[in-house]
């Protein structure tokens, strides 16, 4: 017997999936987090933006439709990166009873599969929707215990972002579209973990083909203004 339309745009109750929405301000990576709304027994949690995918979407299509409901984001990067299945990463006390708030079988196994994006502060400003209680941007290096086993997801979404970093030019997509030497050299240092020497890194960068110097310096500044420079291609693999 065929599904019914009803059955058809109903959520599966084992397959989810889990947005890693990384922005950058010129100073710290930061990744979106939702405050999920307080169910009265237990003190809100931070979650990832995530929820399960309906029996008539792909999965691209689910993620997509996640950020938009509970974030208002569209139209971003987003690279599916990995699948997380342990069938315990529900068991939480804490997270089974949020659950029985929005879903009907709050102990189904759910296996989820994450996503990773890109996005420049200056142009997206996130807000609440659906059952997110408030959206904020939190530093990587400051990241509470989250709800799930969301941390973990956060954790392996930011060894993707380091691999694919460089060889790949994804870290323009968390630059403003016009930027400075500074602001690349900080953004290289936060994903890679590491100190950059200043003159090695600028003298590099001149034999780059991928940033075009523009006549133009900064605006608005406390400090001698620095010349800015943009992506040159907007390719990604």
Same mark, same amino acid.
């Given at each position: 017997?065929?599904?019914? @339309?009803?059955? !058809?745009?109903a959520?599966?109750?084992?397959?989810? $999936?889990?947005?890693?929405?990384?922005?950058?301000d010129? +100073?710290?990576?930061k990744?979106?987090?939702?405050?999920?709304?307080?169910?009265?027994?237990?003190?809100?949690?931070?979650a990832?933006?995530?929820?399960?995918v309906?029996?008539?979407?792909?999965?691209? +299509?689910?993620?997509?439709?996640?950020?938009?409901?509970? *974030?208002? !984001?569209?139209?971003?990067?987003?690279?599916?990166?990995?699948?997380?299945?342990?069938?315990? #990463? $529900?068991?939480?006390?804490?997270?089974?009873? &949020?659950?029985?708030?929005? #879903?009907?079988?709050?102990?189904? #196994?759910?296996?989820?599969?994450?996503y990773?994006?890109? $996005?420049?502060?200056?142009?997206?400003?996130?807000?609440?929707?659906?059952?997110?209680?408030? $959206?904020? &941007?939190?530093?990587? /290096?400051?990241?509470?215990? !989250?709800a799930? /086993?969301?941390?973990? @997801?956060?954790? +392996?979404?930011?060894?993707? !972002?380091?691999?694919?970093?460089?060889?790949?030019?994804?870290?323009?997509?968390?630059?403003p579209?016009?930027? *400075?030497?500074?602001?690349?050299?900080?953004?290289?240092? @936060?994903?890679?973990?590491?100190?950059?020497?200043? #003159?090695?890194?600028?003298?590099?960068?001149?034999?780059?083909? *991928?940033? @075009?110097?523009?006549e133009?310096?900064? *605006?608005?500044?406390?400090?001698?203004?620095?010349?800015?420079?943009?992506?040159?291609?907007?390719?990604?693999?």
């Open positions: 017997m065929a599904k019914s @339309i009803t059955s !058809l745009n959520p599966n109750p084992n397959v989810s $999936v889990d947005c890693v929405v990384f922005g950058f010129n +100073e710290k990576l990744v979106l987090l939702i405050e999920q709304r307080n169910t009265g027994q237990f003190e809100a949690q931070l990832l933006p995530g929820d399960l309906l029996e008539r979407e792909n999965l691209d +299509e689910a993620a997509t439709r996640v950020l938009k409901q509970l *974030t208002h !984001l569209e139209g971003i990067y987003l690279k599916q990166f990995k699948t997380f299945g342990d069938p315990n #990463r $529900v068991n939480n006390v804490k997270d089974k009873e &949020w659950l029985r708030t929005f #879903r009907e079988d709050p102990a189904a #196994r759910v296996i989820t599969v994450a990773y994006s890109l $996005v420049k502060l200056e142009d997206y400003l996130p807000e609440a929707a659906s059952f997110a209680g408030k $959206v904020i &941007w939190q530093p990587v /290096d400051e990241i509470p215990a !989250l799930f /086993d969301h941390n973990i @997801i956060v954790n +392996e979404a930011l060894k993707r !972002l380091r691999e694919e970093f460089e060889f790949k030019n994804i870290g323009y997509e968390l630059l579209k016009k930027f *400075t030497l500074s602001m690349l050299q900080t953004l290289h240092e @936060i994903v890679l973990g590491v100190k950059l020497d200043k #003159r090695n890194f600028r003298k590099k960068l001149k034999n780059s083909t *991928t940033i @075009i110097a523009l133009e310096k900064q *605006t608005g500044v406390d400090h001698k203004p620095a010349q800015l420079f943009v992506y040159q291609s907007k390719t990604l693999l």
